[in-house]
């Protein structure tokens, strides 16, 4: 009987003392829970990434190489979004049906974070060729001009740490870890520019992705093809384009895989200048450059390359991640 007193007792003394240590074990639990971030367009995802792990898991809902303009998520998406703690998204009104979904979905609590709306105020957003100011959607592709990126992080890093700010350091070192490789890639981004002769310095793009890039690094968009609608341009403006090419002397005019078009191939025979198909402004490179940083190198190369400079600018660009 003694023996069986003394088990007893020592289950209730167990049983008390677990008790006690429930409350501390359940916050310990709660505190070792990752956040749930969703984001969209790859760069951004790779952005958050860079800024986030190992702290938080990330999923990016807009698939590499994707058209983001015309990107409808599916009900996948929807419990994607549904258990998200943060939903990061560009913003500009990028993208719209993706916000709308989330509104309707996420958990009350959880905020939606439009980085691009929190970088520039109203007055500085861009209307131009393919988005123009009449049709009410700005230009949403900041995250080409570096400067503004740095701020995307530094928005991604304070919003990480208000949510979780128990890895607030974690948040904190790995923010500078990479804006410092961004601003070496800023700084390399002008050398390769200065490099190009001054008269070669202009853009004609089929997308119209380099708004905010031009203006930082002193290159002058001439022309973009695509019309808000995303359709083909008409005879009208392809035939203004080629005399707006021989005209400005443009040496190449630029694509992207994301966007074929055989127009692009046409007004490039008709003006004799080169195509280039291979610029990106959402679409990350395979392995080992599948980063951002590593998008943006490959972007330079070409550019530089075509349009006569000299793209060894970019040899030493780091383009790893840091996780």
């Not at 793009?205 to 930082?216: C, I, L, N």
């Amino acid at each position: 009987m003694k023996i069986e007193s003394n088990r007893t007792l020592k289950l209730l003394t167990w049983l008390f003392t677990f008790s006690l240590l429930l409350p501390y074990i359940a916050c310990a639990s709660t505190t070792n829970k990752k956040l749930a971030v969703v984001t969209t367009v790859a760069p951004l995802a790779n952005i958050v990434r860079n800024v986030g792990i190992p702290y938080v898991d990330i999923a990016g809902i807009v698939p590499d190489g994707t058209d983001s303009h015309t990107f409808e998520p599916t009900p996948a998406d929807a419990k994607i979004l549904q258990a998200a703690d943060l939903i990061i998204v560009n913003g500009l009104d990028l993208e719209l049906p993706t916000v709308k979904l989330a509104q309707k979905v996420k958990k009350a609590e959880t905020p939606i974070l439009q980085l691009g709306n929190q970088t520039l105020s109203r007055e500085e957003w861009q209307y131009d060729f393919s988005y123009p100011r009449d049709e009410g959607y700005p230009n949403p592709h900041l995250w080409l001009n570096i400067a503004l990126v740095m701020r995307y992080v530094e928005i991604i890093r304070d919003n990480l740490s208000k949510l979780d700010p128990i890895n607030t350091t974690g948040y904190f070192a790995n923010a500078a870890a990479y804006l410092a490789k961004l601003e070496k890639l800023d700084n390399k981004i002008f050398q390769c520019v200065a490099s190009i002769p001054e008269q070669n310095r202009k853009l004609v793009t089929y997308h119209d992705s380099f708004a905010y890039f031009a203006p930082r690094y002193g290159v002058t968009v001439i022309a973009a093809l695509q019309p808000s609608d995303f359709s083909e341009p008409g005879p009208r403006e392809i035939i203004s384009i080629i005399k707006q090419i021989k005209k400005e002397k443009v040496p190449a005019i630029f694509g992207s895989e994301v966007f074929p078009s055989k127009v692009m191939a046409q007004i490039a025979r008709e003006a004799n200048v080169k195509f280039v198909d291979q610029l990106s402004d959402d679409e990350l490179p395979p392995p080992p450059n599948d980063s951002f940083i590593g998008m943006m190198a490959n972007n330079l190369a070409i550019m530089t390359e075509a349009l006569g400079g000299n793209s060894a600018c970019i040899t030493d660009i780091d383009a790893s991640n840091l996780f």
